[in-house]
């Protein structure tokens, strides 16, 4: 008994170690399905779609099918997609499976939201979070922390030479591609902090958003609140592609200022930091 309850333990063991190692599959299934298109091939055929709907709406080649049911099976299981069993038609014997989007993958479907209501995709933030650039630098994580140096440099900067900020000044690519991806999160968090929370933003006059970018933000504050006057401050390279004043706030003026937070803060009633410490 001593000794089978030993091996149920190893069993078990085995078993998380293997759900740790191979996390990585879960995100790399959701990367292949997001660059094969396969959020927007399902909203294409109406929400929902059997595999040779599938191959046909993303174009992958026919005589991959085993492989995207495969693909679709591990992101089923990781609550990506949903799977639905469609009733045979008459003169086929087997049942086939449907696959829909679920709120994950709602919202990695490209274009304006429905009706002209905001678009809430998230499909270029989830991009950057997989693509090499930030994936790359955890395979430096054990040299990194075995180095005395670690506090100088995180483990970005030693895979790539440089900090990710540097990067986006140097490439117009990284600075782009970043950009519209944390302009995409914060479109959707704004939405929430001021539905959920708007009595955070009562009894302001004045808000600058430090590491502000684009400007979403402090425009959806503008926005809601007219009467706060919204300062952003970003590092000058984000704020020279910075949009026009009236196109960030919808009318609001947002004032953008070129600096560096570490040397000076433009003066406000309230300092917003969204993903920048
Ligand atoms: C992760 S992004 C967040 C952008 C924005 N707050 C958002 O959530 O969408 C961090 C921002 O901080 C800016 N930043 C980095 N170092 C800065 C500095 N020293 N002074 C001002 N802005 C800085 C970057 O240019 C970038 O726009």
């Known amino acids: 008994m001593e000794e089978q309850q030993r091996t149920e333990e190893l069993l078990q063991g ?5 759900h740790h190692a191979l996390g990585y599959i879960k995100s790399m299934a959701l990367k292949c ?12 055929c109406g929400g929902g779609a059997t595999l040779p709907e599938l191959l046909a709406a993303t174009g992958l080649p026919p005589c991959n099918l085993s492989y995207l049911r495969r693909l679709m099976r591990v992101l089923t299981v990781s609550g990506i997609f949903h799977h639905q069993r469609k009733q045979p038609a008459s003169g086929e014997h087997e049942e086939e499976a449907v ?3 679920t709120r994950a993958s709602s919202l990695l479907v490209r274009g304006e939201g ?3 209501a905001p678009s809430f995709g998230q499909l270029p933030f989830i991009s950057i979070l997989l693509g090499r650039t930030f994936v790359t630098p955890f395979f430096g994580m054990h040299p990194w922390i075995a180095d005395e140096r670690a506090a100088a440099t995180s483990f970005f900067e ?3 030479g440089q900090a990710l900020w540097e990067m986006a000044r140097t490439s117009t690519g990284i ?5 519209q991806g944390m302009t995409a999160d914060t479109r959707l968090i704004m939405h929430a902090v001021l539905t959920l929370s708007p009595a955070v933003f009562e009894g302001l ?3 600058v958003d430090v590491g502000g970018a684009d400007g979403t933000a402090a425009a959806a504050v503008a926005r809601a609140f007219p009467h706060i006057n919204c300062t952003v401050l970003d590092l000058p390279h984000v704020i020279e592609n910075a949009p026009a004043p009236d196109e960030a706030a919808g009318g609001n003026t947002v004032r953008f200022v070129a600096g560096d937070m570490f040397h000076h803060i433009p003066s406000a009633h309230a300092v917003l930091l969204k993903v920048v410490l």
């Open 175 to 179: 600075n782009d591609e970043f950009n």
């Open 33 to 44: 399905a997001m660059d094969a298109g396969i959020p927007d091939a399902i909203a294409r």
């Open 158 to 160: 030693r895979e790539h």
């Open 14 to 18: 085995q078993l998380e170690l293997w």
């Open 99 to 101: 696959y829909a989007l």
């Open 205 to 207: 006059t004045s808000l």
């Open 114 to 116: 429905n009706g002209g």
